[in-house]
């Protein structure tokens, strides 16, 4: 008996600590005039999602958001994969130095690097674009990727591949068999991650975007120089939707390959 009242009391703990910010920033976005002391709003209004809504630049940063975030997340994979299973299964010359280059971009503060990108980026012409931003954003979600990705190839091992190849199959076959259906989990975690990882980012874009390349975040914190506390939770509750967003459409993706996978 007292084990089950500790797991409600648990539970109960786990939903306000996580449902209940989001209910509160919920009400606020529609709440008008809801101010200390007061337990409850006096007005329910939808005037500060119609405000949001009439920003000209909103459309325009959603547009380049979204873009951005599935391209980085396109190009995260498809560097990465390889880069773990090289890591994980490979022993070459240089390996413990490659390994500390690509963490380089966790342990050095990324404005630093960036300053020094941004000249070569001047250079290439990439400066002030949608595929410079795109290039920066590789930066923070790359070694993140990696590192989760390689955990995955070392839990699977080599004698899944050793057998297949004593069995003849060619080397995508066995990517398609093996690597994607039992690295999924790994490759959702990476995915998730990447995409967390870019829409939050603001001084790269703000770099080397040049206010040209203008996402979310870069609409989203000139909000906070507003009074109107429902504007904020108006665009906060925004903000949040898009990870949501692409949440649903990985899984969707992700089950779509493996059901591809499983049909003879």
């Not at 405000?51 to 979204?66: E, N």
């Not at 070392?154 to 080397?171: C, D, N, P």
Request: hydrophobic content about 55%; glycine content about 4%; some cysteine.
């Amino acid at each position: 008996m007292l084990r089950r009242l500790l797991t409600i009391l648990i539970l109960v703990v786990s939903l306000i600590v996580t449902v209940g910010p989001v209910l509160l920033v919920l009400i606020q976005s529609i709440s008008f005039q809801w101010r200390w002391p007061d337990l409850f709003p006096n007005e329910l209004r939808l005037d500060a999602w119609y405000a949001v809504f009439a920003d000209p630049s909103l459309t325009h940063a959603l547009k380049y958001s979204m873009i951005i975030t599935a391209s980085v997340v396109m190009l995260t994979i498809v560097i990465s994969l390889p880069a773990a299973r090289a890591l994980a299964f490979d022993q070459f010359k240089g390996k413990s130095f490659i390994e500390t280059v690509l963490m380089l971009p966790l342990l050095i503060p990324l404005l630093f690097i960036v300053m020094g990108i941004h000249l070569s980026m001047i250079r290439l012409n990439l400066a002030d674009t949608l595929s410079g931003v795109i290039l920066v954003h590789l930066l923070p979600t790359v070694p993140y990727a990696i590192r989760i990705l390689r955990t995955g190839y070392e839990r699977i091992g080599l004698k899944w591949y050793e057998q297949a190849t004593v069995l003849g199959a060619s080397r995508l076959k066995q990517f398609w068999t093996i690597t994607v259906p039992l690295i999924m989990p790994s490759i959702r975690s990476a995915i998730v991650l990447t995409v967390v990882i870019s829409l939050s980012q603001y001084a790269l874009t703000a770099i080397i975007g040049g206010g040209v390349v203008t996402t979310l975040p870069i609409i989203y914190y000139p909000y906070f120089s507003s009074a109107n506390q429902s504007i904020m939770a108006a665009f906060t509750m925004l903000f949040a939707f898009l990870p949501i967003l692409f949440w649903f459409c990985i899984e969707l993706v992700c089950k779509s390959v493996t059901t591809m996978i499983k049909q003879p």
